[in-house]
C-alpha cells in the first residue's frame, strides 16, 4: 500500500459568485489517510487529526488534480494553480 503522498499548496475559486481576492490551501496528492489510518477519525492520533485538517483536498494522481484546473462550470470549485510544497509520508505521522 502507497503511504507517500504530495502536498501541494493550490490557488482556488469558487465556479459561482468567484471571489476577487486569492484564496490558498493545501492539498495532497497520492495515499489517503483514511486507508492508511483506518475509517474512523476518532481512533486517530492528535498528529494525524492536525495533518488531516491541514490538507483542503486528497486527490489519487495529478491527473485527477489537474482535472480541477479547468472552470468549466460542472464542480463547485476549481484550481487556478497549483505549486508542490513538500513530500510526506502518512506511515510517519503518528
Not at 489517503?32 to 487529526?49: A, H, M, S
Not at 495529478?62 to 462550470?73: A, Q, R, W
Request: glycine share 4%.
Amino acid at each position: 500500500m502507497n503511504k507517500k503522498i504530495k502536498v501541494y499548496t493550490v490557488e482556488w475559486n469558487w465556479v459561482v459568485n468567484p471571489y476577487d481576492e486569492p484564496s490558498f490551501t493545501r492539498v495532497s496528492v497520492g495515499a489517503n489517510p483514511y486507508d492508511v489510518w483506518g475509517d474512523d477519525p476518532d481512533e486517530w492520533t492528535l498528529n494525524q487529526t492536525e495533518w488531516d485538517q491541514s490538507i483542503w483536498h486528497f486527490f489519487e494522481d495529478m491527473d485527477e488534480l489537474k482535472s480541477y484546473c479547468v472552470n468549466d462550470g460542472k464542480g463547485e470549485w476549481y484550481i487556478e494553480s497549483y505549486e508542490f510544497d513538500h513530500d510526506d509520508d502518512l506511515a510517519n505521522i503518528k
